[in-house]
């Protein structure tokens, strides 16, 4: 059973960063694709940011050029850094892995079988 722990969330003023951190029991990471989710308040759950096993990165709109996804194979370790957040970016975010093709972005929540726990962001304004 692959597990997927978040770190790195927590209260942040408007303009602020974080990084999130998501360690995987998975070895190498290289080999799977992987997300960041998140979810509002009665919201559904969105995705962030993939990247596929080739490395391949896909973003959301609303934060290309704010967020960068990346991982470190030899920590097993994916990251999201989080620059000029905005309050609409708080929510809860998750972390997502699964097995994919080094070309193909897994976007949606129902791709991806393995899931962290979840990590609270709140942007203040």
């Known amino acids: 059973q692959v597990q997927l722990v978040e770190s790195g969330g927590g209260l942040v003023q408007a303009g602020g960063s974080l990084r999130l951190s998501c360690a995987a029991s998975a070895r190498p990471i290289s080999d799977y694709n992987m997300g960041w989710f998140h979810q509002a308040p009665g919201k559904q759950r969105e995705l962030v940011a993939a990247?596929?096993?080739?490395?391949?990165?896909v973003y959301t709109d609303s934060v290309r050029g704010r967020f960068t996804i990346s991982r470190d194979n030899a920590k097993s370790t994916m990251y999201l850094q989080m620059n000029s957040l905005k309050p609409e970016d708080t929510a809860v975010y998750y972390c997502?892995?699964?097995?994919?093709?080094?070309?193909?972005?897994?976007?949606?929540?129902?791709?991806?079988?393995?899931w962290g726990q979840g990590t609270q962001v709140t942007v203040s304004s």
């Open positions: 990247i596929t096993s080739g490395g391949n990165t």
């Open positions: 997502a892995l699964a097995r994919g093709s080094a070309n193909t972005y897994l976007t949606r929540v129902d791709q991806y079988p393995y």
